[in-house]
Nanobody, 124 residues
Framework: QVKLLESGGGTVQTGTSLRLSCVDS????????RGWFRQAPGKQREGVAA????????YYPSGKKGRFTISRPYGKATVYLDIDNVSPEDSAMYYC?????????????????WGQGTQVIVSS
């Protein structure tokens, strides 16, 4: 059974940095793609980063490059999302996801498994 467990959320102050973690377990042998998404209240879920876990350049959609960094240390079952210089606009539930194919459009439908999410609140 595939499981994804996010952690690292909480209440942080504007201008600080934050690291979110996503630990996977179960049969991940064909799930080589990971993504991070976020969803703020009243808004659609949006993708912020994706990575091919065996190696390769991460992908960031327009507007997310620069402050967001996705990484997967070699040999670890954890994918990280680092967010620099957070602002109240970054407040959202953050989810990690796993998929079998490269998410060309970084859409929800391109991923097969999801975690429960970790809440981030940025205070001004």
């Amino acid at each position: 059974q595939v499981k994804l467990l996010e952690s690292g959320g909480g209440t942080v102050q504007t201008g600080t940095s934050l690291r979110l973690s996503c630990v996977d377990s179960g049969n991940m042998s064909t799930l080589n793609y990971r993504g991070w998404f976020r969803q703020a209240p009243g808004k659609q879920r949006e993708g912020v980063a994706a990575i091919y876990t065996p190696g390769g350049s991460p992908y960031y959609p327009s507007g997310k490059k620069g402050r967001f960094t996705i990484s997967r240390p070699y040999g670890k079952a954890t994918v990280y999302l680092d967010i620099d210089n957070v602002s109240p606009e970054d407040s959202a539930m953050y989810y990690c996801a796993a998929g079998h194919k490269w998410p060309a459009l970084l859409r929800e439908s391109e991923f097969d498994y999801w975690g429960q999410g970790t809440q981030v609140i940025v205070s001004s």
